[in-house]
């Protein structure tokens, strides 16, 4: 990656910051002022709540598409790690729970020979 390519990238991270913040700041502007609108009409009667949910649930998005999740959680680093301890989890159930076929096969056998005791001719289609 060339420096010219780091550069564009680092510069569209900080326009989606500044983006951001931008949101996060006229969030708090309007809710202010609902609130005190609410707080001055009528201060039992909560209603600023409403109109501000929704826009919270915008911010919420807005802030996980600029900042990721927390804890670098759903990154393509994320994905590595996981799928490597997955692989490793299945690895050592193969390794620790395998038996040889052949004794499964024999178990099967078995259990079908006791059962086959049970059937009639009639039974079979």
Do not use: C
């Not at 911010?59 to 996980?64: G, K, P, Q």
Request: net charge negative.
């Amino acid at each position: 990656m060339t420096r010219d390519d780091q550069y564009k990238i680092a510069k569209k991270k900080v326009k989606q910051k500044k983006g951001f913040f931008k949101h996060l700041s006229s969030y708090l502007a309007v809710g202010s002022f609902f609130f005190a609108l609410n707080m001055i009409t009528d201060p039992f009667d909560v209603w600023f709540v409403f109109p501000m949910l929704p826009w919270s649930v915008g911010l919420i998005i807005h802030y996980f598409n600029t900042f990721g999740f927390p804890g670098g959680a759903l990154t393509e680093e994320w994905e590595e790690r996981e799928l490597e301890r997955e692989m490793r989890k299945l690895d050592h159930k193969v390794n620790h729970d395998a038996q040889p076929l052949e004794i499964e096969d024999e178990l099967e056998l078995k259990e079908f020979k006791k059962l086959r005791k049970e059937w009639d001719e009639g039974d079979f289609v």
